[in-house]
């Protein structure tokens, strides 16, 4: 089954539903178009509905009769015998599917036909006002099951499972009933209506999104948000009903998260779409309504681009949109080294520029970099030599290629191959200018580098490095050349001013560079890098978008400034040149380092949080797993040990949490801890409802280390040792290390962990008992580890909030520790409660990363508590007057993210 999942995902209420707001099948999309081989449709040999099919509506719940006929309207529009004369039209929408059946078979395509099937009306909730996914296709099966799509709309009020948390709707198959001994497989597709309970997920761009680029919100055609939402989603689920009705159709990517025809394109409605932005629309002049197709009755609608299968790009009725997708996978993972062998210290650089030709990529068309996006970053650039004083590159023999032109003025032969360039010792770079199209240029990458095999020199074949980067200043510099142009994604800055006064060179470098970083490290393959061999995470694309201190999205960093041109800069070169470098990747450091300051890291998410972003927009709704493990019960001793400088008042912050999570004397205050600590209960519950366990949790023994006793850089193995200095029955040892000791993965991919180790043996036997291990990142990186209260160093960038204990470190520490707790209790063993894969799952917190209270998303960590008199924030009372701020908790029993405020 597929799922449409809505492009943005985030808290509602108390309640987060979800924070990943692309779904797997998108960021699939993000991940294929950017290897080596280009976006390509694959057909599996599956039937495609054919004929005349007709739509079979199943209304589920109130709907007014207005309602009713803007879906219908729809339905009508999409084959009508008389096209609409109002162009575009649905209709027209709609034929871009006829291509995908003209590919299967081109000689006789099939036909489809779709036509407006019965309405079936469920005003009374038969089924209650919470439906489960058996319950949708119980619902689905209602409707005649021969030649049918059934389409179940469910109203406002109804909650389905699933809904506004991983998905908008979905679609799939059924085996009906059997007829004449004869079963059929129907298709059929189900579509919530989500005004009242998440229109900023399922309805933009007619409401205000919750996360992300905020614009206002367009006028609805119909104006009917909640409809014309579900317009878009019906429309998108059936054009991949038709297209992959059974699982086994058209689809790219793995058959349980499959991108189909429409959710190949989220988000696009119109010319120069961009998260955020749906598009350039028609606008009707007497509404103010935004639309881009007509329909039936006068209808008009907004409808989603559609994945061309002829020209592997997404179709929008009023133009092409080619892609948006700039960021490779490379970029998306985190950099480590492996074994290497670096290029010859007596490497040269061959030089190619092009002049203008059609398209270089029929010359190409057998060039492996012209089918691969490795947008990556370098470092060498004041290395190169004056422009005036580069040489044309000759072919053997001293002859220039034929139509070349070979003064130095131009240097721009037109069609070539890299074979041109010396092969031995070489690095050959092709440059190519502003007017040549290049195969997947501002599509799928800005420039690329490989390896080939050179000509047989006497009996021996060499191999030779090369890198092509392109001149995007006339066509995508928004892409390639930021920061020197205004980005076409994310967050929007103002340009800044080239060194070189030239827009679309400047950018060439900064990607040259990056590429000259990757070449030399890994020129063959096999070098260093992170990741698959086809999308390496390499030297410079460890750190994409990072020049200087502070970067984050949407800002390269602290640069430096040239007083006479205004330009930014970080680095000086020959013959007074100034150049902009991207940050390398430090494998002694394992960070990422610019030369004007290192940034320790900008990976603020924890591998678990970003795995949950898989595995939460896959087809099931989120659903915690039992691994039928040991959970932790009875009475359990929290021992303390502090490694570092540690004030007294600032170990009693610590103590106090623990103190107030089982309390005998329940703080009178609410909302308290122990009510927060509560939820836990509930994931013993569900393993024996009638007998069910019990923990209750106490503060132990404190041991102090103020003397750095294992140094003051600490690996995971001394993190181990530390733990063990606790008791080991019945018992938590948490290591807290002060804001001066560096551990390993600290601020890089973590911000403290849990996990178990064996204890000593007693009377034979030995206990395995649980660890956690939690930093003061205060000094370190209190933009990760001790937000909100320190401004983040990534994403949206708002107040940091008042500390409610007045210590950003240890207050950090809570939120931390409090969310390790959790995942400890109900996981300590590794085969407890988790969702995901074993080596990175997500846990009872880790589930709801950043929310805190209502309303929650990126940057804001909801709607929380203020103490009058401090100003701090909290939603948390504990003991001996003390105000925490704690993380929400996935509660197993209804499936969502629990905050106390």
């Known amino acids: 089954m597929a799922s449409l999942v809505y492009t943005h995902l985030l808290p509602q209420l108390v309640l987060l539903i979800s924070l990943f707001h692309f779904n797997l099948a998108a960021r699939r999309l993000a991940d294929s178009a950017e290897t080596q081989q280009p976006l390509l449709f694959q057909y599996h040999n599956g039937p ?27 339905i009508a529009s999409l084959s009508t015998p008389t096209p609409t004369t109002a162009q575009p039209s649905v209709a027209t929408w709609w034929k871009t599917t006829d291509k995908y059946y003209q590919l299967s078979n081109s000689k006789n395509p099939s036909t489809l036909v779709l036509s407006m099937g019965t309405q079936i009306i469920d005003e009374t909730y038969s089924l209650g006002k919470s439906l489960s996914n058996q319950q949708i296709e119980q619902l689905a099966s209602k409707g005649a099951q021969a030649n049918a799509i059934n389409v179940v709309l469910t109203s406002e009020d109804v909650a389905v499972e699933g809904f506004c948390m991983s998905k908008c709707g979905t679609h799939g198959s059924l085996t009906g009933a059997s007829v004449q001994g004869k079963s059929n497989k129907f298709a059929y597709i189900w579509v919530g209506n989500s005004e009242t309970q998440c229109p900023g997920q399922c309805a933009w761009p007619f409401h205000q999104p919750i996360y992300g680029p905020q614009s206002p919100p367009l006028v609805a055609p119909n104006n009917d948000v909640g409809l ?67 329909g039936a009755n006068g209808r008009k609608y907004l409808v989603p681009a559609l994945f061309d299968p002829s020209t592997q790009t997404c179709s929008t009725l009023l133009v092409l949109l080619i892609s948006f997708f700039h960021f490779s996978l490379a970029a998306r993972r985190l950099a480590s080294s492996a074994e290497t062998q670096p290029l010859p210290s007596n490497t040269t650089m061959a030089l190619f520029f092009m002049e203008k030709s059609p398209s270089i990529s029929s010359g190409m068309a057998n060039s492996s970099p012209h089918k691969e996006l490795l947008s990556q970053i370098s470092l060498p650039l004041f290395l190169l030599p004056h422009p005036q004083n580069l040489n044309p590159l000759l072919p053997p023999g001293g002859k220039p290629p034929r139509n070349t032109t070979t003064s130095a003025t131009q240097r721009r032969p037109p069609l070539f191959y890299f074979q041109w360039g010396a092969h031995k010792n070489a690095i050959n770079v092709v440059l190519t200018s502003a007017d040549v199209a290049v195969e997947g240029f501002c599509i799928s990458k800005c420039g690329t580098h490989g390896s080939s095999k050179a000509a047989s020199v006497q009996g021996k074949s060499y191999k030779f490095a090369y890198i092509w980067v392109g001149n995007s200043e006339t066509q995508c510099p928004g892409q390639c050349a930021w920061p020197f142009h205004q980005p076409i994604y994310g967050p929007q800055s103002p340009p800044l001013v080239a060194p070189n006064n030239d827009v679309g060179l400047d950018g060439m470098v900064i990607n040259l560079a990056s590429l000259l970083a990757g070449t030399t490290t890994n020129p063959f393959g096999n070098g260093y890098f992170q990741g698959p061999k086809d999308a390496p995470l390499e030297a ?117 949490f623990i103190a107030s999570l089982s309390t005998s004397t329940p703080t009178k205050a609410q909302p308290s801890v122990a009510t927060w600590w509560k939820t836990t209960e509930k994931y013993y519950h569900l393993i024996n409802s009638k007998k069910p366990s019990s923990l209750v949790l106490s503060m132990g023994t404190q041991i102090i280390d103020e003397t750095y006793s294992l140094g003051k850089s600490l690996s995971n193995q001394h993190i181990e040792q530390l733990a063990s200095k606790g008791a080991h029955k019945n018992a938590i040892n948490v290591v807290l290390t002060s804001d001066d000791v560096a551990v390993e993965g600290f601020c890089m991919s973590k911000c403290g962990t849990h996990g178990s180790s ?5 009377q034979g036997k030995s206990y395995k008992f649980a660890y956690i291990w939690v930093g003061n990142s205060e000094t370190q990186c209190p933009g990760q580890c001790a937000w909100p209260f320190h401004q983040p160093i990534y994403g949206p960038q708002s107040q940091p909030l008042v500390a409610p204990n007045n210590d950003v470190g240890l207050d950090g520490m809570v939120i931390n520790l409090a969310s390790l707790l959790a995942g400890t209790t109900t996981n300590p063993f590794g085969n407890g409660y988790f969702q995901g894969p074993k080596d990175a799952p997500l846990e009872a ?33 504990g003991a001996n007057g003390r105000k925490y701020l704690l993380p929400a908790l996935f509660d197993p029993s209804t499936k969502s993210c629990s905050t106390l405020v």
Request: hydrophobic share 35%; net charge positive.
């Open 48 to 74: 495609l509905l054919t004929g005349k099919i007709s739509i079979n509506l199943i209304w589920y719940g109130k709907f007014q009769p207005s309602q009713r006929a803007i879906v219908s309207d729809f």
């Open 228 to 294: 014309d939402g579900m317009v878009i989603n019906l429309a998108s689920l059936l054009a991949g009903t038709t297209t992959n009705p059974f699982g086994n159709g058209y689809f790219q990517g793995p058959k349980d998260a499959p991108l189909e025809a429409a959710s190949a394109c989220p988000g696009v409605y119109g010319k120069g779409a961009y998260p955020g932005y749906a598009g350039d629309l028609l606008v009707d002049p007497a509404t103010g309504a935004s639309y881009n197709a007509n």
């Open 540 to 656: 410079a694309s460890a750190c994409p978008g990072v020049y200087g201190k502070g970067a984050y999205p949407g800002y390269a960093g602290d640069l430096l400034v040239d007083p006479t041109t205004g330009a930014s800069y970080n680095a000086n070169g020959g013959n007074g040149r100034k150049y902009l470098l991207p940050a390398l990747f430090d494998p002694s450091t394992k960070s990422c380092s610019t030369l004007l300051v290192l940034v320790i890291s900008f990976f603020h998410f924890n591998l678990a949080a970003r795995r949950l972003a898989d595995s939460a927009e896959t087809q099931q709704p989120l659903l915690f797993q039992y691994h039928n493990g040991a959970l932790l019960s009875g009475k359990i001793s929290i021992n303390l040990i502090w490694y570092g400088k540690f004030k007294p008042t600032q170990r009693a912050i610590i103590s106090d």
């Open 758 to 762: 064996k204890g000593a043996s007693v």
């Open 845 to 877: 917190a880790s589930a709801c990363p950043g929310v805190y209270g209502k309303g929650a998303y990126p940057g804001y960590a909801g709607d929380l508590l203020v103490d009058p008199t401090s100003g701090a924030s909290y939603n948390a009372n």
